[in-house]
Every structure is written in C-alpha cells, then in structure tokens.
C-alpha cells in the first residue's frame, strides 16, 4: 500500500485500547496503530524493559492512550467518524473509561504511519516463561523462555495489554502436551501459537476478520509451528469436535453471548478461559457462566481487567 491515507485518532485511555480497536476492525480499516504509555511507564527495570526508550516519543508524552485507524481516501469518512462517535458513546454506556475520547482526522502519508509504531514495540517477558519478540527485533532467549515470534501488522494483539497477559499466564497453567486448544477472536494469533509453544497437542484460532486470519497464518509461519489451523467465522459454524481449553479474549459482552455455545465445545472437565472483561462487567460474566453451568475456577485481575478460568 502506499500512498495517500486519512487517519482517524481516538484520544483515550489504557483500558479502552481493545475495544476502541475493536470498533476500527468493524470497519474496513487499512492499518491501526496504537500507542499505550503503560508499554513504557509499568515496565520494570532489567533486560527485557524499555531501558533505551524515551516516554517523549508517544505523541501526547504518556498522558493519554492513542488508538489510530487508518482509511482509504475513496471512503466515506463522514460516516465513518459519524459511526464511530456512537460506538464510543456506547463504550461508555458499558462502564468503559475512554478517557478524553476526542477523535480527530487528517490526511497522512502512508510512510508517516506504517512503521512509526515498532520503534517502541520491544520483546517483553508477558508469562513466567513466554517472551513475546516482534520479528524485527534481536534477543537471546534465557534458559526456560519459550520465545513467540510476532508481526502484529493489521492484526489485534501483542501481548502488551493486561488481558493477553492474563491469557498467556494461564495458557501456561493449563496447557499440556495433550491438550487441544480453540482461540475465539485469535487475532494476532499470539495466544494460539503461545499454545502451540506450550505443547498443546491441537490448536484452532478463530476470527471473523479476514485480516486477522491472514495476519494470523503469517505469525504462524514466523514461528514454523504446524499444529495451528487458523479459520475465519463463528466458531459454532466452523469449527468441529471438542477441546480441552477454549479461550476468549474479547469483551464481557460478547463472551455472555457465547458462553451457552461454547459450553457444547469443552470437553467434560476441560477449561474456558475468558478475559477482555472490564471490572465492572466481571459479575455480567460470572452469572452467566454459572448459568451455564460452569465452575469456576479462578479469577484474575490485572489493572481494570478480569481474566475467568471456569470448568465443566
């Protein structure tokens, strides 16, 4: 791609990173980038920290998060901004903190903004063992880290956010060498191939965006796993048989809507991890897995973010 491209920019916070990228990639978005000053200022001090990053290259100095949509010149943007403005509004609606939530647009070049994003992306330690490494970048992997290639590109997820943290460590407790894994939402594919690294047995991603397949597959043979099979739809429409862990990381909504289904994909004693659900919505999710007819097993919280592990 190259060119002339319009850029749409949400001034928010952290915690409204996810679902203000969600709303992008609702949209025929181009590219999204996004910059978390948590990236920087909540790392601690040692090898794998920003130690050579400066907070003065975020735009706004660490003050506010930005989430950046990237569109054609030939769509129309009125309606685009016009449709994104409700979305915050219900984003609110939801208990979400979207922070100043002022949404500006301008035209950019495309080399203004295609690669502007890796210069403070670095590997980071997102698990007891699992080291999250963008493709670019070079690192000596300790004894026991398990290293996950990713080139994020267009793709939701690199493992910064608190919710894929939460994910990723409970991958870690509960993944073995004979587990089968389905990733709901998989995006990126960081969480289907921290499976994969971790020996699962089996492991389906699932995405309704082709961008995330595609993204998907590529981290897939970054990482040359090849017990990953990446599908794009429902998973109640494409995906067949049952596994042992079945992951979600989107938003509370979404996982109470899933949650019945889901059940009919776990093996009996098998794992649903959930995360991507705001402390405020956390008993939303709880009753409705209960109402399920699940256990749960434990509840994490990392900042604003809940991440449920439940059993049947």
């Not at 002339?4 to 920019?9: D, Q, S, V």
């Not at 994490?300 to 049947?312: L, P």
């Given at each position: 791609m190259q060119g002339t491209w319009i850029e749409i920019k949400v001034i928010t916070e952290s915690e409204a990173i996810e679902p203000i990228s969600g709303i992008f990639y609702s949209l025929d978005v181009k590219g999204?980038?996004?910059e978390d000053p948590k990236d920087i200022l909540n790392r601690e001090q040692g090898p794998l920290t920003w130690d050579f990053a400066d907070i003065n290259i975020l735009e706004y100095k660490g003050e506010a998060a930005v989430v950046k949509g990237y569109f054609s010149e030939e769509d129309n943007i009125d309606e685009l901004l016009k449709y994104i403005k409700e979305k915050m509004e219900d984003l609110?609606?939801?208990?979400?903190?979207?922070?100043?939530?002022e949404i500006f647009c301008n035209k950019v070049k495309e080399e203004d903004w295609a690669n502007n994003w890796k210069k403070y992306y670095?590997?980071?330690k997102v698990g007891d063992k699992i080291v999250v490494k963008p493709i670019w970048e070079e690192y000596e992997g300790k004894l026991g880290e398990v290293i996950v290639e990713l080139d994020p590109g267009m793709a939701f997820g690199t493992g910064t956010h608190e919710t894929t943290r939460m994910c990723v460590k409970a991958l870690e407790k509960y993944v073995s060498k004979d587990t089968v894994v389905f990733d709901i939402g998989t995006g990126s594919g960081i969480l289907a191939i921290t499976a994969s690294k971790l020996n699962a047995k089996k492991v389906v991603g699932v995405d309704l965006d082709p961008v995330a397949v595609d993204s998907a597959k590529e981290n897939i043979q970054f990482n040359q796993v090849?017990?990953?099979e990446v599908l794009q739809g429902n998973l109640m429409d494409v995906v067949s048989g049952k596994a042992d862990i079945v992951i979600a990381n989107i938003i509370a909504e979404i996982i109470v809507v899933l949650t019945e289904d889901v059940k009919k994909f776990i093996k009996p004693g098998g794992y649903f991890i959930s995360s991507g659900i705001i402390r405020d919505r956390k008993e939303l999710v709880v009753q409705k897995l209960n109402e399920c007819g699940f256990k749960i097993v434990e509840i994490n919280e990392d900042g604003e973010w809940i991440c449920i592990v439940a059993t049947i």
């Amino acid at each position: 791609m190259q060119g002339t491209w319009i850029e749409i920019k949400v001034i928010t916070e952290s915690e409204a990173i996810e679902p203000i990228s969600g709303i992008f990639y609702s949209l025929d978005v181009k590219g999204v980038a996004i910059e978390d000053p948590k990236d920087i200022l909540n790392r601690e001090q040692g090898p794998l920290t920003w130690d050579f990053a400066d907070i003065n290259i975020l735009e706004y100095k660490g003050e506010a998060a930005v989430v950046k949509g990237y569109f054609s010149e030939e769509d129309n943007i009125d309606e685009l901004l016009k449709y994104i403005k409700e979305k915050m509004e219900d984003l609110k609606n939801i208990g979400i903190n979207v922070g100043k939530g002022e949404i500006f647009c301008n035209k950019v070049k495309e080399e203004d903004w295609a690669n502007n994003w890796k210069k403070y992306y670095k590997p980071a330690k997102v698990g007891d063992k699992i080291v999250v490494k963008p493709i670019w970048e070079e690192y000596e992997g300790k004894l026991g880290e398990v290293i996950v290639e990713l080139d994020p590109g267009m793709a939701f997820g690199t493992g910064t956010h608190e919710t894929t943290r939460m994910c990723v460590k409970a991958l870690e407790k509960y993944v073995s060498k004979d587990t089968v894994v389905f990733d709901i939402g998989t995006g990126s594919g960081i969480l289907a191939i921290t499976a994969s690294k971790l020996n699962a047995k089996k492991v389906v991603g699932v995405d309704l965006d082709p961008v995330a397949v595609d993204s998907a597959k590529e981290n897939i043979q970054f990482n040359q796993v090849n017990n990953i099979e990446v599908l794009q739809g429902n998973l109640m429409d494409v995906v067949s048989g049952k596994a042992d862990i079945v992951i979600a990381n989107i938003i509370a909504e979404i996982i109470v809507v899933l949650t019945e289904d889901v059940k009919k994909f776990i093996k009996p004693g098998g794992y649903f991890i959930s995360s991507g659900i705001i402390r405020d919505r956390k008993e939303l999710v709880v009753q409705k897995l209960n109402e399920c007819g699940f256990k749960i097993v434990e509840i994490n919280e990392d900042g604003e973010w809940i991440c449920i592990v439940a059993t049947i």
